[in-house]
């Protein structure tokens, strides 16, 4: 399903398959850590100033989600958040900041 889901993302530039559940939705593109190849994987996101606040829960199961090991493994992403692109540096959140940052992902869920 995500591959329809980030071509009617693009096509549309986010207008559709872009709020699901009233949630924001962006498209994530990593590169693969083993292919190399290029992976785009729709995600919800929270903004925070210029930067994005991401969980890697994979619906809470025990193993961390593809385009998380992706990204770690090349931290240099492409983001699409409607019709603007963006390169950005990811990086894992430190333990301190990660205390700060998860009410404010649950709240931003919850609404």
Known sequence: MSKSNVAIYR?????????????????????GRKSGL???TPLIF?????????VASQGGLPTHPLWFLNLRANPRVHV?????????HARVADDAERAQLWPRLIAHIAR
């Open 46 to 54: 929270v903004a925070d100033g210029a930067r994005v606040i991401l």
């Open 80 to 88: 699409q958040i409607r019709a603007q692109t963006h390169t950005m």
């Open 38 to 40: 290029s992976r785009t």
């Open 11 to 31: 096509a549309t530039e986010g207008r559709v398959a872009g709020h699901e559940l009233g949630l924001p939705l962006w498209l994530l593109t990593t590169t």
